[in-house]
């Protein structure tokens, strides 16, 4: 989320593949199709909106408000198919709501008070973490996981959230079997942001300081990777994001610069700690012994930047301002894209040697005001690009759609209700409940 936006514009979301980009503003939300092509595929002016994510390339989206209302506040989300402009369930809670994500089978919210973990097919809460450690700049990452088919033991579940906000510790959290798996001791200062690739097997993680990045191995909490954007200047990183396939890493912050660090040689990912061997009263064994000892003891005396990496390349935007930045590939080449909270939608090709030339750059404000003047006459009810991914959403959400939500669920307020029953009426929600049946059977 940006913090200092001269342009009306709160946040920024890439969806699960980075083909998409979703966009809160002080009166409502954009949707934009970024990747091979740029449109915007719909936008709304209705109310302010803090947060916003988006389920893959379906029409679904996940919000929460920005405004002073009650239903449109930031204690407020809800779950919204903007094809067919409605509202399918609306969330209210006691406290702000930090954070959301959402993969294939989980949405993870966030608050001062609690980690609730929904069912995305349901919406059903299917586990509650209490009073965890205070978070207010909403540092939570859940791995995508959306290169691999569900019953693809690959892909790991893993949720990942501070464990204080003075110290760089982190839980790593296994969120299908709703178990915490480890405390990770990543950094020395307290931690500003985190990210997995898609399998879940590599963990991102950026100090508050943000000069300094570390890839883990999730599997045996292995440092992989210590990577440097510089030494004296600090920077507040906002996000970072792996490639598809895991082998480059980019980090953003509210500097001019956006960075793009190698991750390839990841071999250990999956590998398992060794075990230790058997004690022995040899001599051979002592001298192993006191050997191993003695360089543990001296290691940490050793300068890290021996074992550091700097970028592998740098793009630079034409002013320096909060961003946010994810990778892709069009053409079969490797596109850096950055989005400011001036508005600017950047794209960059990152070349094998490591230079980066400049793609193409749009004003995401500009489109959005011609697209509402009629220009772009597209309608997003008649948008051919939804994937398969609708059907497996809609699947569970028919049933919220009939009113069937879980406890958590908070009816609209009495004047929407009344708008809403003059506007539709009986016969209209079981219209809309078989449009949406039809709309799973024709992506199924």
């Known amino acids: 989320m940006f913090r200092s936006s001269t342009h009306d514009i709160n946040c920024g979301f890439f969806n699960q593949d980075a083909s998409r980009l979703a966009v809160g503003t002080m009166?409502?939300?954009?949707?934009?199709?970024?990747?091979p092509d740029i449109k915007m595929i719909t936008s709304s002016h209705e109310e302010s909106t803090s947060l916003i994510h988006l389920y893959y390339n379906t029409g679904l989206i996940a919000h929460v408000g920005g405004g002073s209302?009650?239903?449109?506040?930031?204690?407020?989300?809800?779950?919204?198919?903007?094809r067919t402009r409605k509202e399918i369930i609306r969330m209210s809670y006691s406290k702000k709501i930090l954070a959301v994500r959402i993969n294939r089978r989980f949405l993870v919210l966030a608050s001062d008070e609690s980690i609730r973990i929904y069912d995305m097919g349901t919406m059903k809460l299917k586990h509650t973490i209490s009073s965890p450690p205070a978070n207010p700049n909403g540092v939570l990452a859940l791995a995508t996981c959306h290169v691999l088919k569900e019953e693809d033991k690959g892909c790991r579940h893993l949720l990942c959230y501070p464990k204080s906000n003075e110290k760089g510790d982190l839980f790593v959290y296994d969120v299908e079997n709703q178990r915490l798996l480890y405390n990770l001791e990543a950094h020395t200062s307290p931690v500003a942001c985190v990210a997995f690739n898609n399998r879940g097997s590599l963990l991102a993680t950026a100090s508050e300081k943000g000069t300094k990045f570390r890839v883990f191995a999730t599997a045996t909490r292995a440092k992989l990777y210590e990577l440097r954007r510089g030494y004296a200047t600090r920077a507040r990183v906002l996000s970072m994001n792996f490639c598809p396939e895991s082998k480059y890493l980019c980090v953003s912050s509210e500097k001019a610069t956006v960075h793009v660090f190698k991750t390839d040689h990841h071999d250990q990912e999956a590998v398992a700690p060794p075990e230790a061997p058997e004690e022995s009263d040899s001599w051979s064994s002592y001298f192993t012994s006191g050997l191993s000892s003695a360089v543990s003891y001296f290691a940490p005396s050793l300068p890290e930047m021996w074992t550091e990496e700097r970028s592998f390349a740098m793009a630079t935007l034409d002013e320096a301002c909060e961003n946010t930045s994810a990778l892709v590939y069009e053409d079969r080449r490797l596109v850096l894209i950055v989005f400011t909270s001036t508005g600017d939608l950047y794209k960059f090709w990152v070349h094998e040697d490591g230079t980066v030339t400049p793609k193409q750059r749009v004003s995401v404000l500009s489109i959005e005001r011609e697209y509402a003047q009629g220009v772009h006459t597209a309608s997003t009810s008649q948008d051919g690009e939804e994937?398969?991914?609708?059907a497996h959403a809609t699947a569970g959400m028919r049933q919220l759609l009939a009113g069937e939500g879980d406890e958590e669920s908070a009816p609209p307020p009495q004047h929407q209700q009344q708008h809403q029953q003059q506007a539709r009426g009986d016969e209209a929600q079981a219209s809309a409940r078989k449009e949406l049946a039809s709309d799973e059977q024709d992506h199924q």
Not at 27 to 35: A, E, W
Not at 387 to 390: E, F, K, Y
Request: charged residues 25%.
């Open 27 to 35: 009166d409502g939300y954009m949707i934009m199709k970024i990747s």
């Open 69 to 82: 209302e009650a239903f449109s506040s930031q204690r407020c989300m809800k779950i919204t198919n903007v």
């Open 387 to 390: 994937s398969d991914d609708m």
